[in-house]
Nanobody, 116 residues
Framework: VQLQASGGGLVQAGGSLRLSCSVPRMILSTFWGTTFEWYHQAPGNQRELVATSSDGSSYYGDSVKGRFTISRDNNKKTVYLQMNSLKTEDTGTYFC?????????WGSGTLVTVSS
């Protein structure tokens, strides 16, 4: 399964970005049952889980609660991460991850840079 992540870029602190992770070749029924996650990797740090969408529920890391929202569009087979009130510490590469029965796939990442 190929995950196509996009939407990163340069934004000022306090601004917003929306990341997208599409899986155009995934069967729709599989998409419905797949857990999607967004991870953040700051320069020199390990990947950190920031948001999860699974079984109709969403979960967030403490550092992004109230600022980030994960959502999915089943028709487009795309998962989004809406990032608001961005902080300089949100800078880094964001990775989309999909997991389900027999599946554990990572996207290539999209770079987000938040300037002060």
């Amino acid at each position: 399964v190929q995950l196509q992540a996009s939407g990163g870029g340069l934004v000022q602190a306090g601004g917003s970005l929306r990341l997208s992770c599409s899986v155009p070749r995934m069967i729709l029924s599989t998409f419905w049952g797949t857990t999607f996650e967004w991870y953040h990797q700051a320069p020199g740090n390990q990947r950190e889980l920031v948001a999860t969408s699974s079984d109709g529920s969403s979960y967030y890391g403490d550092s992004v609660k109230g600022r980030f929202t994960i959502s999915r569009d089943n028709n487009k087979k795309t998962v989004y991460l809406q990032m608001n009130s961005l902080k300089t510490e949100d800078t880094g590469t964001y990775f989309c991850h999909a997991q389900g029965p027999g599946m554990d796939c990572w996207g290539s990442g999209t770079l987000v840079t938040v300037s002060s």
